[in-house]
């Protein structure tokens, strides 16, 4: 089975895990979202130093770790903070969950939604690996989709993707695994290296960022999506119509839209013909539906 068998119609999917109660991108944050009853999760990889494969969402380190603490030299000044500077090693001495209790992003801790003995086991979550995160997802059968973030002084590189594949299956997660990328680039790869894997083409506009005569029709996006050789579609919701939705839906398009907090828009995305939603608040959406 592939990552669509294990995902029903009107999905949800948990926005780097259920973020808005667990710090992102931690295996707390992906146990959350399992818990909650999420239909799946999402998650952001991006290469180490030494080219470990770490779940982490942003090119630095510093909004979500300690590292300009940890990092900083004797005279307090503190280096470049990139991901890809650091080894293993090193990322792995990083908290990646007291951030979380500090600024409360989501002001669920103000509101009581996240407990007080919730926020102790926050303290000191490490950055997970892939390999890590990928045997959870087998061991409680939960699909993933894995987006593969722009490797930053290298986008060029495609390394990350054939160790990305490789990964996924080293860890026995063929059938759980949908691949997305901003880098389409990267998607091509992919789909060389391994035809029958799903995978998603991330928009952050109405229509591709690249390559196709985009007129914003339903037709030449679908016609840019099967080119990549993909068959799904991963657009901002904030740029996207329930119409283009329901459009590219009739064309064979799977339509899963990023980052759908507000639930009568997420209901809207659905009646249209959305496959998932991917968002921060799981636990709120799925409330909701429940709810009909």
């Known amino acids: 089975m592939m990552f669509y068998n294990l995902v029903p119609k009107r999905a949800v999917c948990a926005h780097r895990g259920a973020r808005s109660i667990a710090p992102e991108n931690t295996m707390l944050a992906a146990f959350k979202a399992l818990e909650c009853g999420a239909h799946c999760w999402e998650l952001d990889v991006q290469r180490s130093k030494d080219g470990?494969?770490?779940v982490v969402h942003d090119p630095t380190l510093e909004?979500?770790?300690?590292?300009?603490?940890k990092f900083a030299g004797a005279d307090g000044v503190v280096p470049p903070l990139d991901t890809a500077h650091y080894e293993f090693t090193q990322l792995r001495r990083l908290d990646a969950g007291s951030w979380f209790v500090r600024k409360d992003p989501f002001g669920t801790i103000a509101s009581g939604e996240v407990t007080e003995g919730a926020l102790a086991a926050m303290e000191g979550e490490p950055v997970p690996?892939?390999?890590e995160a990928l045997r959870f997802a087998r061991q409680h059968k939960f699909p993933v989709n894995?987006?593969?973030k722009d490797q930053r002084y290298a986008p060029e590189d495609m390394r990350v993707v054939t160790e990305v594949l490789d990964t996924i299956q080293a860890e026995e997660c063929d059938d759980l695994v949908l691949l997305s990328s901003f880098n389409h680039g990267y998607l091509r790869e992919a789909h060389n290296q391994w035809a029958e894997l799903p995978l998603a083409v991330l928009s952050e506009g109405e229509t591709p960022e690249t390559a196709h005569p985009a007129d914003g029709t339903a037709s030449g996006i679908a016609?840019?999506?099967k080119g990549v050789g993909a068959n799904t579609y991963h657009p901002d919701h904030t740029m996207t119509s329930p119409e283009l939705v329901r459009e590219l839906a009739e064309l064979g398009i799977t339509v899963n839209l990023w980052t759908v907090n507000d639930l009568d828009k997420a209901k809207e995305f659905y009646k249209a013909g959305a496959r998932a939603i991917i968002t921060d608040v799981p636990q709120h959406l799925l409330a909701a539906l429940r709810k009909k």
């Open 146 to 148: 894995i987006e593969i």
């Open 223 to 225: 016609g840019y999506v």
């Open 129 to 131: 690996t892939l390999a």
């Open 63 to 69: 909004r979500t770790t300690d590292a300009a603490r």
């Open 52 to 54: 470990v494969l770490m």
